[in-house]
């Protein structure tokens, strides 16, 4: 892609186990292009390798294999470069001052970066702070800031010094729901009014849902899926179903489904009306194709529990997720891969 501004060409890396453990491929065959003002999720569950690719892209962990460009500066080979295009966020605002305010701090990390213009600097801060809702603790120490606030901080001081791509791992972590939904917005601001591109781990689906422009999800260092959440979620869209039956499940029946699909249980009454009539009870239930709704229908009707009613669930990210990531789920032989 020619205007990608992220270019990861089959990226790997190995960790190598201490003596007598084996090595570790934490991330293998990364391959991804991310155009300017894109969101990119890396998703996966714990040990998938997200914040291996975040260290990687932002040149803390150099690849064992493959290569990694920003615009068109090569992470290991013009690092000086490619990193000034960079703004990373790791680790909670682990990597602000303590002792020092966020205004103190974002100039500070400024002029690290070799921003020549102090008034700039001093301006994109003030506008940042704003539209973060924190320029009334602008003059406080860090120290005495909430975890929210100091990840607005460390946001808006990798964004003061006007970065190209900002790398996020695991940004909303430990946030209460306001600073999460604040964060969020702000992301999409980042990305969609300034034009930065955004690559944000997190184990988080809903937060990907509505923050991602495209997911890349991850499994034990490899891509499962790259597509556009949209794409996604209509892939999986006609598979997640939630079906009110007349009765209740046994053990046997639960376990015949659970062969036909994922099933869970949401809500159940055993007695329906306390007079000893069969109760009910709605399942979702998410089978692997088409026929899988025929075969959970053929199960309960051998079982003789009636079928009330049928509906398609609204896919959301995170079932989708479930299935890709679970081991024994029906795994794709080939990542589901999109043009955009
Ligand atoms: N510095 C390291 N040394 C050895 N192994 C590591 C190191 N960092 C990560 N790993 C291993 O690499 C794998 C991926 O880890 P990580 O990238 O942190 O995953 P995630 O962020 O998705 O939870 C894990 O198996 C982890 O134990
Ligand atoms: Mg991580």
């Given at each position: 892609m020619a205007d990608s501004v992220v270019d990861i060409r089959s990226a790997r890396k190995v960790f190598q186990g201490r003596r007598g453990s084996k090595p570790v491929?934490?991330?293998?065959c990364l391959t991804l292009e991310i155009p300017h003002g894109e969101i990119l999720g890396l998703l996966g569950p714990n040990g998938a390798g997200k914040s291996t690719a975040v260290r990687m892209i932002s040149g803390l962990v150099t690849p064992t294999a493959g290569r990694i460009f920003i615009e068109e500066y090569d992470?290991?080979?013009q690092r000086a470069k490619a990193l000034s295009r960079i703004g990373v966020v790791l680790d909670?605002?682990?990597?602000?001052?303590?002792?020092?305010?966020p205004r103190e701090n974002m100039e500070y990390f400024g002029v690290m970066r070799g921003l020549p213009d102090i008034a700039r600097l001093r301006a994109r801060a003030r506008e940042w702070l704003e539209l973060f809702s924190i320029e009334d603790v602008?003059?406080?120490?860090?120290?005495?800031?909430s975890m929210g606030t100091r990840q607005k901080v460390a946001l808006a001081a990798a964004l003061a010094a006007e970065p190209r791509v900002v790398l996020l791992d695991?940004?909303?972590?430990?946030?209460?729901v306001q600073s999460s939904v604040e964060l969020r917005k702000a992301i999409r601001r980042m990305a969609h009014e300034e034009g930065c591109t955004v690559i944000i781990t997190t184990h988080q689906m809903d937060v990907a849902q509505e923050v991602c422009d495209r997911v890349c999800i991850l499994s034990e260092g490899r891509v499962l899926a790259l597509d556009t959440v949209r794409r996604l979620l209509d892939v999986f869209a006609s598979r997640a179903y939630t079906m009110t039956l007349a009765g209740a499940l046994t053990d046997e029946i639960r376990m015949a489904l659970a062969c036909v699909g994922k099933v869970r249980v949401t809500?159940?009454?055993?007695?329906?009306?306390?007079?000893?009539n069969a109760g009910y009870t709605v399942i979702d239930i998410d089978v692997p194709d088409e026929s899988g709704l025929f075969k959970a229908m053929e199960v309960l009707s051998l079982a003789g529990i009636g079928v009330e009613s049928v509906t398609r669930r609204e896919p959301c990210l995170e079932a989708v997720f479930l299935r890709l990531t679970?081991?024994?789920?029906?795994?794709?032989?080939?990542p589901l891969c999109g043009m955009g």
């Open positions: 491929v934490a991330v293998d992470v290991v080979r909670r605002g682990r990597t602000l001052y303590p002792r020092m305010t602008a003059d406080k120490p860090i120290n005495d800031l695991e940004p909303t972590l430990g946030l209460d809500e159940e009454w055993a007695d329906g009306d306390g007079e000893g679970a081991k024994e789920s029906v795994r794709l032989h080939e």
